[in-house]
């Protein structure tokens, strides 16, 4: 069975991080160490490309240039939303705790 995707990406779409859930219980000593890996990513889609899974599905991945690194990073569709999208998708996160 196939569903349909929500988002077609392009060379030059401006994409974000999708929004993560929020909720993290640590120990308080901990949190600044994992409160520097939770901001909001920005970038630019640099290339497409398709690859395979262990069950034979293909799965289409990104290549972003993240507005802060030097060089691009290689990620799931399924993880990246368009900036103009990224409110909406904002709002439908579910956010337990808070």
Known sequence: MTTKRQFDYK??????????????FAKQDAMP???????????????LNIKINKGGTKRKYLLIQWDYLKSPMEHDQSRICPVTELDRLTKQTIVPGE
């Open 11 to 24: 060379i030059g779409d401006r994409v974000a991080e999708r929004p993560k859930l929020h909720g993290v």
């Open 33 to 47: 160490k994992i409160q520097q890996y939770r901001s909001q990513r920005y970038g630019t889609v640099v290339g």
